[in-house]
Every structure is written in C-alpha cells, then in structure tokens.
C-alpha cells in the first residue's frame, strides 16, 4: 500500500506542475501583446542631473538631464517610438550653493541605532550560532541636511557641496549572553528552632550579574526543614517589637510655656542688686566667650516610636500576650533638621584677564554665595558656594595682554680652547690657537611690548584727564608719531616665554693667520746705482730679489725682508749682455788661420729687462773674441763650454768664487805641418766671480704698534655711546713701526748702508674700533615671597632675589660693567599664616524632653533621664579672629558635631566622676598604668553602685612597650654624584660649560622603622636618617686616542702632481661613551691616513753631464790617430736651484727617458778630413704630429778638407712621429684634496686644493711650461673653502632639583630630577650619556587615615526585634600604602589629626545607622554581601572585552515554613569597575565513590566553583546515566541512558558503534538572483535527521533519508537525485512554452511590422558561405 506521505506529496506534484503551466501561459500572453502593441518594447532613459546653474544663489536655480527612447534590447532609437506621455522631464528647479551658505547649513546626524546582526539583515530573521566573543553586526544612523537656524530640513546636495555626507552605517559587536553566575552555596544555617518544626538555610552571592540577554540568576536561597525535637512546654509565640522612630518635630506649647516660665522668674524671689550685677557679668562673658554664629540655629525637639506585640506570623496581637519585660525608651529628644540655606548670588567678579589677546587662553570671573542657615540634624548639605567660568574682555579700549619673547645676550668671544678643553684637558699649551671654537650667549626672557602697553597706559591717562577738562580725545591714538627709546628691558621669569628656546652656544670660527711664503732668493743682479736719476755717486748696490708666494694675513707688510743688496764700485743702470757668438772667420777671407768671433750682445737694465741699445751707449759694446780656424792638417778643438755655477755667492779672504768652462779634442793634427794639439791643461779655464765681500745688507721691519688716533684726521662719530653694535670702526688712526738696516750675521747698522729705494715705510693709516660701553638689563622684578609656615602655625621668614644680566661686555676701553649682579633681601613675613579652624564651645545645658510630653510614659521622671545637649561653633583664622562661617566650610576640617546625647542622673542611677589620666611609666615595657574614678553623691552608699563589675572604678594597662626595628625596603637608586653649584636661575639660561658626569657618588636605599607590633613609625625612631648610603662609581667616558700625524711622506711623483700622505695611529679605543673615532683604515682598522695632492717641478732635478773624455780609438793609426773610437762622459742627477745644479742626488729622481748619453762611439777624423762641430739640437716638430711634418739638427764645418775630400750634410732630418718625437700637450686636473687646515688649528674653516699638471700625450707628466706655450686654456679653481666639523661634546644642563615624592607617604615614594640637552654632539664630539633622569627614594613616612570599623550587631533595646541601630568606630590607622588589601593598625587618634575627617575620600561620616532586627517566625532579606571582585566581561580567545563590573547581592533568610509566601524577593545590584580580570570556565568531573558514574561541576580559571558560567552543554545528571559517559561537546545523555546530540547537529558514529562526534548539519547557501553584492541567504534544517536504524531509547523521532555519510559528507544518492530534478524542471518549462506558444501571423502582417526601423543585426546559420 502506498504510504501517506508520498500520496500526499504526490497531489503537491499535480498542484505545482499546473501552476507553473498557468503561469507561464499568463505570462507569454502578456509577452505577445507588447510585441503587438509595438510601441511597448520602447522605453524611456535618463542620465544624471547636471550641477544646478542660475545667476542668484538659493532656490531659483535650474538643472537639467539628458532623455532618449531605448529598445528593451539596451539600443536607442528615436523618441517617437516612446510613449510621450510617459517622457520624464528634463529640466527642473534646483538650489544653488553658494559659499556663503556653508554657515546656514550642516549635517545632522542621529544616534547611533541598535547593533543588528549581519546574519539577520541577511536572511531577515536572527539564525543560531556559536558565540565565539561576539557577533559581528551593523548599526545605522538618519544622515541628513539642515537649516541651522530653524532645523529644518533641506536637500542633502546643499551639504555635499561643502563636505561629503558622513557614514550611515558602521560596523560593531553584539556581545555574546552572560548568564548569571552564583557562588556555591554557604554551609547550612543551624535550625531555626530548638524544638517543634523549623527552617535551615543556606545561601550564595551573585558573582556576575546577568548581561546582554543572558539567563537571570537562580535562587540564592536554598530551604530545608528541621526538627531538633519535640517541644516539652509551650513554644514562645510572641514578641515584642519596637517601630522606626518618627520624624523630629517640636513641642507645640513651647512658646507658651516659655513665656510662662520667663514671667514666672520675673515674679520670682529678688536677689540684691549685686547678685544680678554679677549674674549679668557671667552671662555677658560667657556670650562674649561663644561668640555663637547666626549661622547655626539648633532646635532640639522631640520624637517617639511604638512597641508592639506580634505574634510569629508577623501578625499584631494585644500587648498583654508578650511576656512582660523592661519597656524600651518610646520618646527621646532629637535636633530638628534644618536644610542649608544660601543667600543669593553674588555679582560676578571682573575677569581675572584684564587684556586682549586671541592666542592666549581666556580668563574666567566667579561669583559666590554666603551661608546664611547651616545644615542641621539630617537636614540637606551646603551645594557649592562659588562658581567660575570663563571669560574674555571685548571693546576698543581693551589693552592687549602682554607678550613674551626669548632675548639673548652677545656672543662672548670665539674660543677654541672651549672646543680643546673637550677634548684633551691635558692639553695646556693654547697659544696661537685658531680654527673651529665655541661661543657662548645667556637666554632670557622679556616682555616683548613693555613699552607699547606704558604708552597705551600713559595714553588712557591723559586721555581721562582730558575728559574731566572737557577736551576733545583723539579717535585713533598716533602711535606713527611715537618714538621708542630702545633700552634693555627687564627679565621676567622663563616660565613666561613659550615657544623654543635660542641656542646657548654656537660654533663659531677664528681665524687663522696665513703665514707669508716667500720664493728661493735669486741671481744677484749687476752693480747698480740707487737711482739711476742720480747717477753722482761712486758706488752702487748689486741686489737680489726673491717674491710672495703666499700672501699673509695682514697684507705683505707681514713678510720677511725680499731684497738684499752688496755695495759694490762702479756700478752702472744699463749693461750689454752677452747672448752669443758668431761663428770663427778670419780676417782674410783664408780658409783657415787666426780669425776673430763677433759678440751676440743685448742692451738690458739694472733688472735684466731687455731695453734700448741707446741706452748702453755709454759703455762700448764687447770686443770680438779671438780664435782659430783650423787648417786641414791642425788639431780641432769644440767650443768652450758655457761657464759653471759660481762656487761662492760672495768672497772672502778664505774663500773665492769660481767658475769653470772646458772643451775636447775633435781631431788630431797630421803630425808635421799641422797645428798642435794643447795638452789637457789648456782644455779647461777657470775664473774669478761674485768677487765682491760677503757683507749682505737689508731692510729690517719691527711688528706695527697699535692703532692710535691721528690729530690730523677728525673723529668720524666723537660720541661713543651713540655708536651702532656691529659696525666696525669710529676713529681713523694711525700705526707705526720701526725700520732699520741690518747687516747679515752682523746686526743693525747705520741706514745709509742699505739702499734707499726699497726701504720699507714705517707709517700707515688705520681703523680705530668703537668704543663699547656695558649695556645691562634693568633688575628684575623681585621674586615673589610665598608664604611659609612651620608645623606650629608661625611664618617662615624667606628670601627673594632680583637679578640683571650683562647683554654686551664692555670693549675698546668702554664703560665697565657694574660688580653687582644679583641683589636679595628678606621677605616680610606675613602676621598671620593663611588657614581656618573651628572653634567649639562649651556644651549647653542637656535638655530633656518636656515633660507634660513624657509624663504618661512609665518609668518616666521630671528631671532626670536621657536628653539632648548643644553647642556652638565659629569659624577662626589660625591667629584666632573670628571670620565668616563660609570659609571653614571650604577650607578647615570637617564640622564638629554640633549635639550629642546626655543623660541626667536620676535618683537610682549612678553617678560616677570622669575617668583621670593614666599614671605615668617608669619604664617602657616594664609594669603598667592605671586610670581611677570615683562614685559621688548618693551612688556611694547604693550596693548596686558598688558593684564594680557593673561601675569598675579602675583601669589598668600595661606600659607601651616602645621598641623598634630598622630594615631596608625597595631597591636602590640611581647612582647620585655629590651636589655641586646651584640650580639653573629662573630669570636666565647659560651654558656652565661641563657638568661634572662620573666620578664617585653614591647611591641609596630607603630605611623603614617599624614598632614592636609591626606598624610603620617614623624613621626617626630608629635613629635613621632614613637611608642606607652605599659608594658607588659612575665610569668616567674615555675618548678614542690617536697618535699625533706623522711627517708628510716625500710627493710620490717628482714631475708634476702627486700625493703626499701623512697617518696616525690608534692608541686606545673609546669606552664608557667616549668620543668615536674618526673612520679607520679599513685594511686594519687602526690607521687614519691624510692625503693631499703636491706638485714636483719638473726641473727640481736635472742631470748634468760631465765634458766627454779623449777619444780611445779600436784601429789605432799611429800616425794619423784617426778612425774608429770611443768617448765616455760621467752623467749624474743633481738638485737644480736658482743658481744651478747644486748637489748630486739619487739617480732615481731624475727623468730616465732625459738622461744623457754617457758613451758614444764615433769615427775620429783623420787629418786633412772635414770636421764639424756636435749637432744642434732637434728642432721642434709643428703641431699637429704627422709624418708629414719633419724635423731637423745641423752642425756646422770646423775645419775644411783637404782637395779631393768632402764635409758630410751638415743638417739631419727625420719625420715626426706621435710619441715618439713628436707630443700633444694637455692639461690634467687631479681630485680635490680632503680639507686641510692650519696648523694650530683642529676643525673649521679649511682649503681643499687641487692640482693642474700637464700631460703629454704618451700619459707622461712634463713641465707646464709646455702647456703654457700653447695658451691652453685654464677654466678650473684650484682653491675652494671647506669645513672640517667640530668634534663639540654633548652639552648637558645641570640637574634640576629634586622634584616632590610622588608619594605622600608609604614604601613606594620616589623623587625625580632630569636634566637637558644644552648642546647636541656634533661630528665626531662625545655623545650625550643615556641618563637624562635620575631617582631616588623618598623617607619612607608613615601612612595614617581615618577607618571604620565593621558594623556593630544590630541593636534594640531590651526587646526581641524591631528597629534598631547599629554602630561603628572611626579609627586611625597606619599602612605602609601598599594599597586597599593593606588594613593597618590601629594608632593613638592624634597621630591623624592633620588629616581631613574622611574615609575614603567620603566626608560625611556615618558612624550609625538604622536597621531592623527580624522578629522570629520573619522571613527576611540578608545584609548586603561585600562587593565581588571586579571581573572583565570578556572572551580570552577572541581577545574582546566588554567592559568591567562588580556585583553585591542579597539573598532571602526564612524561620518558619508556613511564612516562605511572605518572602520579599531577593536583590542585586552592579556597578562598573575598571582593571577586572578575564576568567574562563570549564566542567570538571570526578567518580563518587563506590560509583561509577562520575560527578561535574563548573569551575572558574581562578579555582573557585560556580553555578552558570560554563557552556550550557553539561550532562543530564539523572538515573539513567550512559556509560561510557558523553564526552563530545554538544551531546547529552537520554532517558533511555544513550548518548544523542543537540538540535542542529547530526550523530558520527564509530566503528564500534558508540558516538563519536556531533557534526553541525551543514548550511545551504543559496545565492539570490537580485543581490548584486553577492550576499548569502543562509537557510538551516529545523530538525536534525535521524539514522535509519531504530535503536532502543530513540523512539519517538520520524525517520528520514540521511544524506549525509558518517565522514560527513554527501552520500551519492543525492547527486542523482539533484540531476533528475533538473531534468524535470527542463521539461516542465518546454512543455510550459509549447502549450502557451500561439500560431504564426500571416506574411503580410510579418512584413508590414518588419518596415519599422530596427537594428542591423547579423546571425549566423550555419552556412559556410557566410
């Protein structure tokens, strides 16, 4: 048979299938009557509206759109295919913003709505899931735009115009439930009841109150009935109970009765005239004495209560049922309350800024009110008596607020000693020394319009003394006319200037002196007269001459002597000079013989400046030269050589100067006919030279004196005190010097044996500086003297001071500066020192209630029993004058109580004298003390008075035991140097130079001092000054240490441009924060190299070769000694000067490629062949170098052949080859050097220089002569300035003072004090060590404060339950401050009576209270429990917190089972905290024993057991427990003792057929077809699916198809099923077309709709031929 279910399902089939055919038909009908109607496949489009356009801002604008017709199919077409009716419009009215209305409108924005849940916004209803911390969610807000002026709305595009609109939505978090937590429950309550039928309770706290929808606390509460036994009498049914007392009120015949009393004593008995006089005496003393205040009126009234009888269900019986006992007090005095009443408000006070000024912050004015009636018994407390707020002064005639600017002194003089004293202080020798150095300035700080706000003042002035005269005031004041008088203006305190401080210290550059270079000394000249204008004289001076190759500082006049001279006789201007000589002719015109050489000469001066020959025409020129022309057969000889070098400069009667000139043997003689060779002597000639003495002569200059004034010049500016700071000069002066002649080796000689044409001047004109006169600041205003008072009240009599500061040093013989600096003087104390008490005095007399009042009550008698007494109160300055109440209110000690509770002795009662003092100790520790009293009166002869346990007449205690023990506490502190020289002064900022940083100090550590009972006492008790001193040593910074610089190395080339390179080594490496070093070689790291470029004159070395030697012919021919042979020549490389070679060096030195030949092999001639002279030199090749340019050498024809015979060519030629005879000549530039300074100076101001050299083409480096003959062109500076930085050490200021403890008391209290960076390091210098602040701790002090005590038990007289009181002491106790947890103990009262009278900040103290005691048979509310710990809402794995809270509860306490229905409802409440702790919870489980079946209970992270924190997963504890037991979260145990999973989640099972894991049941995701953002709708199954075996315990449940596998995955059944349904659903919608499909029109009408216009459209079908 089929089942149900399915028949049932299959009519659905039927039911879908038709209407998804009705549909499709409804639809594809509508479809075709568009397509017929035509004009319905068209539609209109808009763009966006354009921006709003128009000439006036506001409403009257327009904007417009653009609209066009478009096909369904997305194409546009024309408009006439759309409906016209239906055209959107395309223009509209608009508001056009303009700028101005950004003030008229803004955005408003709502609150901020409901956090939603993103799943719900997504599906539409909330979906279950697993808090993991929170759920994300998204809350919402109303955006919109406003008239501000009337808050009305307006278009949100007005708003956007000026800023964009503001988020509507943001993402938060819903916090996950927190169900409530609770404590286990308190052990049981013993029974109720001694006998019959009562209750035991037991109770719990509420640890986490219940938040953001989480379950609500269970009961704290748990019942249980007992019965201790069977009652033997009757069980006490009744009890007597005392109500509330009722409200104070007064009596109402008081008045009345006054009055009566008043006229009564009127009428009473007289007393004599001298007993009123006195009695009116005491009375008038002792209201002097009260002195009482109209603030306080202190009504005593009266109130009463009732006592009634209940039975133990709370209901009232008559009061003769409760057994009979003392009645308790029904009526008893009271103070009436009475709330504070104020008068009204003051006027408000001018504003305490008095001036104009945007930038600063504004003032504020105050008001204030006076008490006129203080509070009295519970009446309300005083509100606040003053109230400020703030303000600003508007108005013209506002004067602007002052203003405050940094001023700085001149900078003192640049010191490079400031700069070495950093470095090396064992440096000493600090002369000369120049380069980088530092300056120095003091700061201060002055009010910048001091003048400004004089003149405004002064302007105000005279302005109101105009008016009073009736004359007309200015509109605007003529500030333009005013002239300020510039003059130092006052310090003021630093505090008052904002912005940066100026630099104290700068670097700064002295310069250092370039010393004069001078050239070699040159050749003497000829014999010369001193002027050649005068020409009389008989002896001349030869000179010498060297120049300035570096000119000083301070111009030439600070070089050494560049001339010399020699007297010498006959001396001459104008001479000829040899240039050459002609070649030897005879005279004859022979071939050969004697002949003569013509003299090459030139007409030159005194200088050796070619001139005209004119001018020598007095000296006849040179006479030809005397020679030989040798025959074929002679001997040849070469022409002399040109003489050497003088060996002297000057002769003496030892000494003489020579020179010498050879020549060789070219040819033999043919022997017979022939002329002779000379033998070797007359080879070589030598001659006298510098012939004249060695007596040198010179001008000798002395240093210049100083600048003094010139009579004959006028003052430029005679006043010096009107001279401008920084210009440079006022007074032309003049110097002088001395000059004299000075012979060599000698000394000064007279001055006519110098000459007189170079003679140095011995006067020059000068600039005399300005005089600088000291230029101060005004003092100081005086510091301010605050007042100061010693523990007992008197004034400290203090010191202020006033300082000036030096702002220009006085200079070139100004006004000195005044010694006195700083002035201080005492401050005139105050007379009395600021502060308020209160004054108390005497208690009144203790009044009773009336008694016409308490006349009825039993027990009651006239004039004795408990009353009330007042007293009265002023407020006094600490001198004891009498102020107004308002100020004890805010500034003394809380307000003494005003009444307390008296009794007056009946005739039964006791009366006994107050306790004495204790008697004094003889000792601490040993024995005791006693106090007495004594009973008087009538109380002496009553036994009950005599019962000393009742009324104990003495008291003993033992003597305070007073010993006391010192221990350290805390750990130690910084290590402190010694304290050396004051703080920085308020009123200017310096620079000290170095603040001592290392060295020994020492460091401390607090010393605590405890009692004998283990309370904190003053360190003092302990004879401790309440540290522990401990040396300690800061280690002193050790710089990098380097050796000093080598000697230059020689230049590494000795032609042209090298480098020379001079080093130093490491000594010591820095430590401790010493100064770096400077980079090291990277090779070793221990090296510092300098190098800079040198350049080598090519000429600096030469080679000078010797005349070739005699001929050693191979093929001798004794006869004619002719023919092949050898000559050799020594060749050797010597120092060049300006006299000529000099001393022969190494070979090395010299070029190689230029050494001379030092052999040569040639043909000897024979007699009678031709003989030439040595070839010329090469003549020069022309630029530029090819081959076919040539270059030629000749030689010229000694001695002619004999007939037949010919000379060789006496020219040579050869081609010209690049490098090899022929060059190109460039400049090189070399790199600059590193900068290099002078030599006493270590940073600054520098030179780098670079070198020009010339090169020739082959790369070798030539003289630059060669590249000066082709005028190269020079485009480079060889010189450009640098800086070496300055090593400047980190400048640190001097420690500020100690600072205040940060603790007022305790362990923990530290001091601070901190310092500055004055002067950062710069470049290599020291860097600033790392402590900027240092601490240290404080005495350790006692900490006392007021306490209470617990609360007493609650009391009620002499009944059994009612209303009552309970009580607490206010204690002082003492605690090291180590926080709440730190109780104390208990001290004597007086050791807290500097403190304010408040607990825990709470001023109003409260040392009773109402309560209610239960009656029994009551069911009741519990006393508040204490405040829970403070516990963090928070989830540790997700790391998010919700907040703090803590919670109190009170739980509901019952006596008797028939009352649990009266139970009020149980309380609690929370509150935030701050610093909770995050906890965890987790189920623990544990076996019972003899049981197998475990035990789970709830733990928190901290160990305590808790009910409802942990997830609400926990196995059902019931009979049937499982077994193994359900271990896997979301399980639990069924009835039929088997395990199962939660709603949602599906069952895995193992292989052995037990449960292994609840797996959720998966969430279908289905994508809708109108979400463009992608969004999910998450649809989940209601019911979880089932296995398909039935197993015992699991009826109950519908069995289903499971999809899912036991690995959680899809089973394959289910994909089939997914592909037959898509199938079918294919097929329903081709059945659906089909059916609804209608028949084809006729062509005609095909053809007729195909004539509209449409687009082109292409298909393809299929045809190749497409």
Request: one cysteine or more.
């Amino acid at each position: 048979m089929e089942p149900t279910g399915w028949r049932r399902r299959g009519g659905s089939w039927h039911l879908l299938v038709s209407l998804l055919l009705l549909l499709g038909c409804v639809f594809r009908r509508d479809l075709a009557q568009t397509d017929d109607g035509g004009k319905s496949v068209y539609f209109w489009e808009t763009g966006p509206w354009g921006r709003c356009m128009g000439s006036d801002c506001g409403p009257g604008g327009s904007q417009s759109r653009a609209v066009w017709c478009a096909h369904v199919e997305g194409w546009t077409t024309l408009h006439t295919n759309c409906d016209q009716s239906l055209r959107p419009s395309n223009q509209r009215n608009c508001f056009r913003v303009c700028d101005w209305h950004k003030d008229l409108y803004d955005w408003r924005l709502g609150p901020w709505n409901t956090c939603v849940s993103v799943s719900s916004r997504v599906s539409g209803a909330p979906q279950p899931f697993t808090c993991s911390g929170g759920e994300e969610g998204i809350q919402t807000r109303e955006v919109g735009c406003t008239l501000k002026s009337e808050s009305s709305p307006a278009e949100n595009a007005i708003c956007e115009y000026f800023e964009p609109q503001p988020r509507l939505e943001q993402a938060c978090l819903i916090p996950c439930p927190q169900d409530c937590v609770v404590s286990d429950y308190s052990p049981w309550t013993s029974c109720s009841k001694t006998c019959g039928t009562g209750l035991r309770n037991r109770v719990r706290s509420v640890l986490v109150p219940p938040l953001f929808g989480g379950s609500i606390c269970p009961n704290l509460t748990e019942f249980q009935s007992c019965k201790p036994g069977p009652c033997t009498g009757p069980e006490g049914m009744y009890s007597l109970r005392v109500g509330a007392w009722t409200p104070c009120v007064l009596p109402q015949t008081r008045t009345t009765r006054q009055a009566k009393r008043r006229k009564g004593k009127g009428q009473g008995g007289a007393k004599d005239p001298e007993t009123r006089e006195l009695i009116q005496k005491k009375r008038t003393r002792n209201r002097l004495n009260r002195q009482e205040s109209s603030s306080w009126d202190v009504q005593v009234g009266y109130q009463t209560r009732d006592v009634t009888c209940v039975h133990r269900n709370s209901s009232g019986v008559p009061r003769n049922l409760c057994t009979p006992r003392e009645t308790p007090l029904t009526i008893q005095s009271c103070v009436l309350p009475r709330d504070c009443q104020l008068s009204d408000w003051s006027d408000w006070s001018s504003c305490s800024k008095a001036c104009s000024d945007s930038d600063s912050p504004g003032g504020r004015r105050e008001r204030r009110r006076r008490v006129l009636q203080c509070p009295t018994g519970e009446g309300a407390e005083c509100p606040i008596l003053e109230e400020r707020e703030p303000c600003e002064l508007q108005g013209d005639a506002v004067m602007p607020c002052a203003v405050y600017a940094w001023r700085t002194t001149e900078w003192s003089d640049c010191r490079v000693d400031l700069l070495l004293g950093q470095q090396d202080r064992r440096r000493t020798n600090l002369t000369g020394l120049c380069g980088g150095g530092l300056q120095t300035r003091e700061v201060y700080c002055v009010q910048a319009n001091a003048e400004l706000l004089k003149y405004l003042s002064d302007f105000q002035e005279k302005d109101k003394a105009g008016q009073t005269q009736r004359q007309p005031k200015p509109s605007v004041p003529p500030l333009l006319s005013v002239s300020f008088h510039i003059t130092a203006t006052r310090p003021v305190e630093n505090r008052l200037c904002g912005g940066p401080v100026p630099n104290r210290s700068q670097l700064c550059q002295v310069a250092c002196p370039v010393e004069c270079q001078v050239s070699p000394w040159g050749a003497w000249g000829p014999c010369t007269f001193e002027s050649c204008n005068d020409q009389s004289a008989k002896k001349g001076f030869k000179l010498r001459r060297r120049k300035i190759t570096n000119e000083p500082t301070g111009g030439p006049a600070n070089c050494p002597h560049l001339v010399e001279a020699l007297p010498c006789d006959q001396p001459s201007c104008y001479g000829w000079r040899q240039v050459g000589l002609d070649r030897c002719a005879t005279a004859d015109q022979t071939p050969c013989g004697p002949g003569t050489q013509l003299v090459r000469v030139q007409c030159v001066n005194s200088n050796g400046e070619p001139v005209d020959e004119s001018l020598c025409s007095s000296a006849p020129p040179p006479d030809p030269v005397a020679c030989q022309v040798p025959c074929s057969r002679d001997c040849v000889l070469s022409d002399w050589t040109v003489w050497s070098i003088c060996s002297q400069t000057c002769s003496s009667k030892t000494v003489e100067g020579k020179q010498m000139r050879t020549r060789s043997i070219l040819a033999y003689n043919a022997g017979e006919g022939g002329a002779m060779c000379p033998n070797s002597s007359s080879l070589q000639e030598v001659r006298n030279c510098n012939e004249h003495a060695c007596t040198v002569y010179h001008w000798q200059t002395g240093p210049w004196g100083p600048c003094t004034e010139d009579p004959s010049s006028a003052p430029l500016n005679s006043n010096s005190t009107g001279a401008v700071v920084g210009f440079g000069s006022c007074y032309k002066g003049v110097q002088t010097r001395k000059v004299m002649c000075v012979r060599v080796n000698v000394g000064q000689v007279p001055p006519k044996k110098c000459p007189d044409g170079p003679r140095p001047s011995t006067v020059r004109p000068c600039q005399l500086p300005c005089k600088k006169d000291c230029i101060m600041t005004p003092f100081s205003e005086w510091t301010s003297c605050p007042v100061a008072c010693d523990a007992a009240g008197n004034a400290v009599k203090i010191k202020q001071y006033r300082k000036r500061l030096v702002i220009q040093a006085p200079s070139n013989g100004g006004q000195d500066c005044p010694e006195v600096l700083e002035e201080e003087r005492e401050c005139q104390p105050p007379q009395t020192c600021p502060g308020f008490r209160w004054k108390t005095h005497k208690w009144r007399k203790c009044q009773l209630v009336p008694w016409f009042l308490r006349q009825d009550r039993p027990g009651a008698q006239e004039n004795c029993g408990p009353g009330l007494q007042t007293r009265a109160l002023s407020c006094r300055q600490l001198d004891g004058t009498q102020v107004d109440v308002a100020e004890c209110l805010q500034l003394a000690r809380s307000i003494p109580a005003l009444t307390q509770r008296c009794q007056l002795p009946c005739q039964d009662d006791c009366q006994l004298t107050n306790w004495s003092k204790f008697s004094s100790c003889s000792a601490d520790c040993v024995g005791v003390r006693t106090r007495k009293r004594a009973l008087i009166g009538r109380s002496k002869k009553k036994d009950k008075c005599k019962n000393t346990q009742m009324y104990p007449l003495s008291e003993t205690q033992y003597c305070p035991c007073d010993k006391y023990n010192a221990q350290p506490v805390g750990n130690w502190s910084d290590c402190i140097l010694p304290e050396g020289g004051r703080a920085e002064s308020t009123l200017g900022l310096k620079v000290t130079g170095d603040v001592k940083e290392c060295g020994q100090g020492y460091r401390y550590q607090a010393m605590v001092c405890y009692d004998q009972d283990g309370r904190l006492v003053e360190t003092a008790r302990c004879n401790s000054h309440g540290y522990i001193e401990e040396a300690c040593i800061i280690p002193c910074p050790s710089d990098c240490k380097l050796s000093e610089w080598s000697n230059w190395s020689r230049c590494s080339k000795s032609c042209g441009s090298g480098v020379k390179v001079r080093s130093k080594w490491l000594r010591e490496k820095p430590y401790n924060g010493g100064r770096p070093c400077p980079k090291l070689d990277h090779v070793n790291q221990a090296q510092v190299y300098e190098v800079v470029p040198c350049q080598s004159d090519c000429n600096q070395y030469v080679w000078v070769a010797e005349p070739w030697s005699v001929w050693k012919v191979s093929n001798v021919d004794l006869k004619e000694n002719c023919g092949e042979g050898v000559q050799t020549r020594k060749v050797r490389c010597m120092l060049n000067t300006i006299d000529g070679p000099s001393e022969a060096v190494e070979d090395y030195l010299c070029d190689p490629e230029e050494m001379p030949l030092g052999a040569r092999e040639s043909r000897l001639p024979c007699p009678e062949d031709c003989v030439l002279n040595d070839w010329g030199p090469w003549s020069r090749c022309r630029l530029p170098c090819t081959r076919s340019n040539g270059r030629i050498r000749a030689a010229y024809t000694l001695r002619s052949p004999s007939a037949g015979r010919l000379c060789p060519d006496t020219t040579e030629e050869e081609p010209c080859g690049l490098n090899l005879n022929c060059f190109n000549y460039f400049y090189n530039i070399t790199d600059w050097s590193t900068c290099q300074l002078s030599p006493n100076a270590v940073c600054g101001q520098g030179i780098k220089t670079r070198m020009l050299d010339c090169v020739r083409s082959d790369g070798k480096s030539v003289d630059i002569k060669f590249c000066e003959e082709l005028n190269l062109e020079k485009k480079w500076q060889m010189n450009i300035s640098c800086v070496v930085e300055c090593p400047v050490n980190c400048q640190l200021s001097e420690w500020s003072s100690w600072s205040e403890c940060s603790q007022t008391c305790g362990l923990d209290g530290k001091m601070w004090r901190q310092r500055s960076v004055v002067q950062a390091s710069q470049g290599d210098g020291r860097p600033c060590s790392s402590p900027m602040e240092q601490w240290k701790p404080c005495p350790v002090r006692p900490c006392y404060r007021w306490q209470y005590s617990a609360w007493s038990e609650c009391r009620v007289e002499s009944v059994v339950c009612g209303h009552g009181t309970r009580y607490r002491n206010l204690t002082c106790v003492v605690s090291d401050g180590g926080g709440e947890q730190d109780n104390g103990g208990q001290v004597d009262e007086e050791l807290c009576g500097g403190l304010e009278l408040s607990v825990n900040g709470d001023k109003r103290i409260r040392l009773k209270e109402a309560c209610t005691l239960p009656c029994p048979g009551e069911c009741y509310l519990m006393e508040w429990s204490d405040w829970s710990a403070c516990i963090s809402i928070c989830v540790k794995e997700a790391g998010v917190d919700f907040g703090s809270v803590r919670v109190r509860s009170r739980a509901v306490l019952a006596q008797e089972p028939e009352n649990l229905q009266l139970c009020p409802d149980q309380a609690w409440e929370s509150q935030p905290c701050t610093g909770g702790e995050c906890f965890q919870y987790k189920w623990l489980s544990s076996f019972r024993p003899n049981s197998s079946r475990p035990l789970f209970w709830c733990q928190r992270s901290d160990g305590l057991n808790v009910s409802g924190g942990c997830l609400p997963v926990t196995p059902v504890m019931d009979d049937s427990g499982c077994d193994p037991p359900c271990v896997p979260p979301t399980s639990y145990c069924s009835e039929a003792g088997l395990c199962m999973c939660e709603e949602g989640y599906t069952e895995v099972l193992s292989a052995g057929g037990l449960l292994d894991q609840c797996a959720p049941i998966p969430v279908l995701e289905i994508p809708t077809a109108g979400d463009k953002k992608g969004d999910v709708k998450t649809s989940r199954a209601v019911n979880p699916t089932l296995t398909a075996t039935t197993q015992p315990g699991r009826s109950g449940r519908t069995w289903y198809l499971q999809p899912y596998g036991p690995d959680g995955k899809l089973k394959i059944w289910v994909y089939g099923v997914a592909a037959g349904a898509f199938v079918l659903f294919i097929f329903i919608v081709s059945m659906t077309y089909l059916a609804c499909k209608k028949p084809k029109r006729p062509e005609r009408a095909r053809q007729q709709q195909n004539n509209r216009l449409k687009p082109l459209t292409l298909a393809y079908d299929g045809d190749t031929d497409m």
